[in-house]
């Protein structure tokens, strides 16, 4: 775990590895980013992996962001703080939105893309935000009941869902507000990075149409669907998602040799 200060405000920050070019992943609802500690560990000997905890998260102090906007421009903020100009940008669900508003809106920062457990539209049952608002160990009870595949581990499911929990008051709420207002639908042809779309076969919050529909409209991407896995692939299935970024990286760092020998 380490520490940058961004604007007076404490980031946290997992950290692993070295090599070009580096991967920044972000974390999604209610979560940080150790989410990610299987793909920092397995990626390490071939890419510097960075993975933030967003404002409101974790150990980063400041006030939630009100957007999915709001937190690509903290992303941004914080990629600039590290001296990391071009990266591989990967995000898990809220984080994917993240990761491909990055993508959409600061193109020349993102080498490759990889989305999550995500979609370029992230509408919420309604019923899951009254009870958040209202009853909140409710709502996360009506949250995690969704997140996993149907055998997933009982101590991953315990695990994930006393996580979730323990988020301060409005977090959980404030992100899922910000995924039902996000909406790149029609903006997916603007993307040309790389892009590798990984989704569990029994995803029932970002179902693996929405994957699907990445593979439909950004050129070239590579979609995956994950046997056994629900929404947190990452966490349900990490060899396979480690292989699938390893992939992803893999042929960002081939292609910008490629690019550099002919310039040369
Ligand atoms: N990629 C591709 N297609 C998408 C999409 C995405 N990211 N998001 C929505 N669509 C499609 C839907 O499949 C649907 O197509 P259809 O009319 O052919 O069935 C259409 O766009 C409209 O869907 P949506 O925007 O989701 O509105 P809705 O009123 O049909 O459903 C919910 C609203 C909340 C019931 C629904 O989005 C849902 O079940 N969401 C999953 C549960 C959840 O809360 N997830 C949290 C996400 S962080």
């Known amino acids: 775990m380490a520490l940058v200060n961004l604007d007076g405000i404490d980031v946290g920050y997992e950290s692993s590895g070295r090599g070009a070019p580096a991967v920044c992943l972000v974390h999604g609802t209610g979560g940080t980013g150790a989410v990610w500690m299987r793909q920092l560990e397995g990626l390490a000997d071939v890419a510097r992996v960075v993975a933030p905890d967003l404002p409101g998260h974790g150990r980063t102090g400041g006030s939630l962001p009100r957007s999915i906007a709001e937190s690509a421009d903290f992303v941004a903020r914080f990629l600039d703080a590290l001296g990391l100009d071009r990266v ?113 076969e029994e995803d029932q919050l970002t179902p693996p149409t929405y994957a699907r529909f990445f593979g439909e409209r950004i050129a070239g991407a590579r979609v995956v669907i994950a046997r056994g896995a629900g929404h947190y692939v990452q966490v349900e299935q990490p060899d396979a998602t480690t292989a699938a970024l390893r992939d992803l990286v893999t042929a960002v760092a081939c292609a910008g040799a490629g690019r550099a020998a002919r310039v040369g």
């Open 88 to 200: 591989v940008i990967g995000g898990h669900s809220m984080g994917g939105a993240i990761a491909l508003q990055v993508a959409l809106g600061r193109p020349e920062r993102v080498a490759g893309l990889a989305l999550i457990g995500t979609g370029a539209r992230l509408r919420v049952l309604p019923r899951l935000l009254e009870l958040l608002a209202t009853a909140y160990p409710e709502g996360v009870d009506l949250l995690m009941g969704m997140a996993l595949a149907a055998g997933a581990p009982a101590e991953l499911r315990a695990s994930l869902h006393r996580q979730t929990l323990a988020n301060r008051p409005g977090v959980v709420l404030g992100d899922l507000q910000a995924c039902d207002a996000f909406d790149a639908l029609a903006r997916l042809g603007e993307i040309t990075a790389p892009t590798l779309a990984l989704c569990g």
